[in-house]
């Protein structure tokens, strides 16, 4: 079995940081589409051979773990969560 891991992310306009954890972000992986982007422009998360929006992901996975969900994240604050879960954040150019 997969260890549970944690990490928080700082949020805008918000004390304090966001604990998200690795099953928040495969519950979040789980129920999207990977073939909708939901207006990612380059980065996502790669994962089972797919890659999934970043921002979305991230705004999913901070609703699993506090009830409500986020949105406009910065992506620099996204991609080191997701890094720091264990999880690869790919910048993919058009």
């Known amino acids: 079995m997969t260890e549970i891991t944690a990490a928080t992310i700082e949020w805008p306009n918000l004390d304090e940081p966001i604990a998200v954890t690795n099953v928040d972000i495969l519950t979040a992986l789980a129920e999207t589409d990977p073939s909708e982007n939901h207006g ?55």
């Open 40 to 94: 990612a422009k380059h980065w996502y998360v790669s994962y089972g051979g797919h890659d999934y929006p970043l921002k979305y992901i991230v705004g999913r996975a901070i609703a699993h773990a506090t009830g409500t969900e986020r949105r406009q994240g910065h992506t620099r604050r996204c991609t080191n969560l997701v890094e720091e879960l264990g999880f690869t954040a790919t910048r993919i150019d058009d």
